[in-house]
């Protein structure tokens, strides 16, 4: 005897509560087996795929692509046990996305446990079709109540609207999310017009692109970008501070470097001589790598340095960070900021990757930019922005000779960080990197 078994949105980690479905892998009527990939889903931190706690087939899915779905919410049901009833290929035929099906089963045991999640793969196979989200409709009504999810309602209600007032695009009839956020912006009924007369694809559809403008929906990794910067910048009194230094000699070690025999097989830029420099400068300045606890009222002063890189990648600004870097060698630092970048910028990196940073680096010089401000990852005590490298006339040995010069700049919370603390860290960097013989003695 088959039974139908509901698999909801499992807690990600880090305290995340939502995620945005981007990709099912599997169709109803697949086959499927126990820890197959199902679904990708973008947290406000990564691109995660999602495993199956069972092996069945699949019966019912019951979010489409794009939603935004609470943790604990079910998103796919598949029937396990046997094949002796009939598996509903109509979405409509199929279980109520806030109905549970598991009959004469405890409800402990109708939550699964999430067996394990990884980096979603570019380029992996998809299984069966994908979802396309049905057009708006009158919602469905049971019970004398338009069908949503709990914290749909919950959504709804604490902005008085009233769900009979929405049209549903969720594939039973049942208001999202997404259809909530549309009808407070006011969007809701020029993008279903759009959408008629154009016949926009799905990304269009996603964007609400209306001729001369464009409105992208606020979610995951940048939704969770803008939320953790305005909590920064108005929680932590920044301070910033900035140098201007020779870096010919930096340079120059560089080149060597790069010939050895033991850099052969490494990609080593001036990025790497930098954060070593960072991380021999806070031996001896460890107030720039701590934390404040608002909640013990204590100040965290931590031993470790996991060592976080401003990226931009596809999904947004991330700061994946290199776990116990003051441990690694020059040449093991170097790799770890390769393999660091590459998979940043494939967006591959995961909620480990980007959490439990202690100081971070960002490099605007890439872009051509000399120097900025930059705002402190939540939690940190500071941030280094590295600016481009230029030939500039410079006074060296008492004479004006065209020398390698770029700007540091030092955001510092100073709540954590005194004017002196952060001046002497700042300037022993820029010391490092002038005169980098220092920075391998002490290194």
């Known amino acids: 005897m088959s039974t139908i078994k509901s698999f909801p949105l499992p807690d990600l980690g880090e305290g995340l509560t939502e ?14 087996e126990l820890n197959q990939n199902i679904a990708e889903v973008e947290t406000a931190k990564a691109a995660v795929e999602l495993p199956s706690p069972f092996a069945g087939v699949v019966a019912a899915l019951h979010v489409s692509e794009g939603d935004t779905v609470e943790v604990g919410v079910p998103i796919i049901d598949i029937r396990v046990g046997g094949e ?20 004469g089963e405890d409800e402990d045991e109708r939550v699964p446990v999430l067996v394990g999640y990884g980096v979603a ?26 069908l949503a999810a709990p914290p749909v309602r919950k959504m709804a209600k604490d902005n008085g609207v009233d769900l009979n007032e929405l049209p549903a ?42 001729g001369r403008e464009e409105r992208t929906p606020i979610k995951g990794v940048r939704k969770h970008t803008a ?52 991380l021999v400068a806070l031996k001896s300045n460890p107030s720039l790598n701590s934390s404040w606890d608002e909640v013990a009222q204590e100040i965290v002063t931590k031993f470790y340095v996991n060592l976080g890189i401003a990226a931009a990648t596809p999904r947004g600004l991330m700061v994946p960070n290199i776990k116990n870097a003051h441990e690694l060698s020059l040449v093991d630092l170097a790799r770890a900021l390769a393999d660091l970048t590459r998979i940043a910028k494939e967006g591959k990196s995961s909620p480990a990757d980007l959490a439990d940073g202690t100081i971070t680096i960002t490099n ?74 220092d920075l391998i003695a002490l290194g």
């Open 121 to 146: 793969k570019e380029g992996s196979s998809r299984r069966g079709g994908r979802v396309d989200s049905p057009a708006a409709s009158a919602p469905n009504v049971q019970n004398g109540k338009p």
């Open 227 to 278: 939320e953790a910067m305005v909590r920064s910048a108005f929680t932590a009194p920044h301070v910033t501070e900035f140098v201007t230094v020779d870096v010919t000699e930096t340079l120059e070690l560089l080149e060597s470097l790069r010939s050895s025999t033991h850099f052969r097989d490494v990609r080593l830029t001036p990025l790497a001589l930098v954060s070593k420099a960072v």
């Open 364 to 437: 605007v010089g890439v872009f051509g930019v000399d120097a900025g401000t930059p705002i402190l990852n939540p939690g940190e005590a500071a941030i280094l922005c590295f600016g481009s490298i230029r030939r500039t006339p410079w006074e060296h040995n008492g004479e004006i000779a065209l020398r390698s010069v770029t700007t540091l700049s030092l955001s510092f919370d100073h709540r954590l960080v005194d004017g002196q603390q952060g001046s002497e860290f700042l300037a022993l960097v820029g010391r490092l990197l002038t005169h980098p013989i």
């Open 19 to 32: 995620a945005d479905l981007l990709t099912w892998l599997v169709a109803v009527g697949d086959t499927i």
């Open 84 to 103: 002796d009833e009939p598996v509903a290929s109509d979405p409509e035929q199929s279980v109520s996305p806030i109905q549970n099906t598991s009959s």
């Open 169 to 210: 695009s969720g594939s039973h009839g049942d208001v999202t999310r997404q259809d909530v956020e549309s009808y407070l912006e006011g969007a809701s009924a020029v993008q279903s017009e759009t959408d008629v007369q154009s016949g926009t694809d799905a990304q269009q559809s996603v964007s609400g692109r209306t």
